[in-house]
């Protein structure tokens, strides 16, 4: 099709534009309604050409041209299981925010939309959205073309999508070799063990600092990423603690791995793992890789926001695959 113009509502760091792109559908203006400092940077350093145009919720007041695709996921920061004060049905904060995405669609009548938001929201709010939208919602799992597990609902009157195919995508993928572990061993009073969910597989989803919890959650497995972590890892051995000598492990570029578990919080810890008997922080660059973001995508901010953004953001992969049916 030729060039198009397109709206983003909560835009963040511009997931959308990337996937535009990697679906190879040209753009001639695209219009960002974020109010992140730091995400409009990031999406700045990347399109400058991207218009901001300020607080969703004045949308109203905008006067754009032609609009052919709107797109966008408003928080579900009040939706979440992890709050007490879950909100279940629309007359609260976070059906006020969607509704700015279905008041924009009334108001601009775009060819094509596409709404996001969390699988896991009360089946009230999905039927509200749904009725709405005037669409039924796909469910498509993101373990399918990256290294974690993020199911979310997409609304869209694309036509014909389908499940992507599985890339079969594990951490060895996108893990960093030259990156040391953070010494958090819970022998110098770090995270419990036992107060710590252990997962085995693909990474549970990304999730931002409102998601809740203080809990880390670790992957299982006892490989070892590089020698540069060996020695690393050694060096702290002390004498009778000869069961920290972890250079007799296999080097987990050559074994099947269990992909890491990606939790964003507002504060320590963002996203940690389990190595041996160590934890450490996942690298911005790992956590773009799960969202299938370019290398350094994000980079420009402090790594809190990065993270921040990244959590906050699409993965890529997923929202290419539906955008390669707009015709």
Same mark, same amino acid.
């Given at each position: 099709m030729n060039n198009i113009n397109v709206l983003s509502l909560f835009d963040g760091v511009?997931?959308? /534009?990337?996937?535009?792109?990697?679906?190879?559908?040209?753009?001639?203006?695209?219009y960002a309604s974020e109010i992140d400092r730091y995400a409009i940077?990031?999406?700045?350093?990347?399109?400058?050409?991207?218009i901001q145009i300020g607080d969703v919720t004045k949308w109203d007041e905008w006067e754009l041209p032609k609009i052919d695709l709107i797109i966008g996921g408003s928080p579900c920061t009040h939706w979440s299981v992890a709050r007490r004060d879950r909100e279940t049905t629309?007359?609260?904060?976070?059906?006020?925010?969607?509704?700015?995405?279905?008041d924009s669609i009334n108001k601009f009548k775009p060819k094509y939309f596409l709404y996001?938001?969390?699988?896991?929201?009360?089946?009230n709010i999905k039927n509200e959205i749904t009725k709405y939208l005037g669409v039924e919602p796909i469910m498509i799992n993101s373990s399918l073309v990256s290294a974690q597990n993020r199911k979310r609902l997409y609304w869209t009157n694309i036509p014909n999508i389908q499940q992507p195919e599985d890339k079969n995508i594990l951490l060895k993928d996108v893990i960093l070799d030259d990156?040391?572990?953070?010494?958090?061993?819970?022998?110098?009073?770090?995270?419990?063990?036992?107060?710590?969910?252990?997962?085995?597989?693909?990474?549970?989803?990304?999730?931002?600092?409102?998601?809740?919890?203080?809990?880390?959650?670790?992957?299982?497995?006892?490989?070892?990423?590089?020698?540069?972590a060996i020695e690393y890892m050694n060096r702290k051995v002390k004498d009778?603690?000869?069961?920290?000598?972890?250079?007799?492990?296999?080097?987990?570029?050559?074994?099947k791995s269990s992909a890491v578990?990606?939790?964003?919080?507002?504060?320590?810890?963002?996203?940690?793992?389990?190595?041996?008997?160590?934890? /450490?922080?996942?690298h911005p660059?790992?956590?773009?890789?799960?969202?299938?973001?370019?290398?350094?995508?994000?980079?420009?901010?402090?790594?809190?926001?990065?993270?921040?953004?990244?959590?906050?953001g699409w993965t890529v992969d997923v929202i290419a695959h539906i955008f390669k049916n707009i015709k």
């Amino acid at each position: 099709m030729n060039n198009i113009n397109v709206l983003s509502l909560f835009d963040g760091v511009s997931c959308g /534009r990337v996937a535009l792109d990697r679906a190879g559908i040209k753009v001639d203006n695209y219009y960002a309604s974020e109010i992140d400092r730091y995400a409009i940077q990031i999406a700045q350093k990347n399109y400058p050409d991207t218009i901001q145009i300020g607080d969703v919720t004045k949308w109203d007041e905008w006067e754009l041209p032609k609009i052919d695709l709107i797109i966008g996921g408003s928080p579900c920061t009040h939706w979440s299981v992890a709050r007490r004060d879950r909100e279940t049905t629309s007359d609260g904060i976070g059906f006020q925010l969607f509704k700015c995405f279905a008041d924009s669609i009334n108001k601009f009548k775009p060819k094509y939309f596409l709404y996001e938001n969390n699988h896991g929201i009360h089946k009230n709010i999905k039927n509200e959205i749904t009725k709405y939208l005037g669409v039924e919602p796909i469910m498509i799992n993101s373990s399918l073309v990256s290294a974690q597990n993020r199911k979310r609902l997409y609304w869209t009157n694309i036509p014909n999508i389908q499940q992507p195919e599985d890339k079969n995508i594990l951490l060895k993928d996108v893990i960093l070799d030259d990156v040391l572990p953070v010494a958090l061993h819970n022998l110098y009073g770090g995270f419990k063990e036992k107060a710590v969910r252990v997962f085995e597989g693909k990474s549970p989803t990304i999730r931002t600092a409102a998601g809740g919890g203080h809990i880390p959650s670790f992957v299982k497995t006892d490989l070892i990423h590089s020698e540069k972590a060996i020695e690393y890892m050694n060096r702290k051995v002390k004498d009778g603690r000869d069961h920290w000598d972890f250079g007799h492990h296999s080097d987990i570029r050559n074994e099947k791995s269990s992909a890491v578990v990606a939790n964003f919080f507002k504060g320590v810890p963002y996203n940690v793992f389990k190595d041996w008997d160590c934890i /450490r922080k996942f690298h911005p660059i790992e956590c773009e890789r799960l969202q299938t973001l370019p290398d350094n995508y994000t980079e420009g901010v402090s790594n809190t926001q990065r993270y921040k953004a990244i959590g906050n953001g699409w993965t890529v992969d997923v929202i290419a695959h539906i955008f390669k049916n707009i015709k």
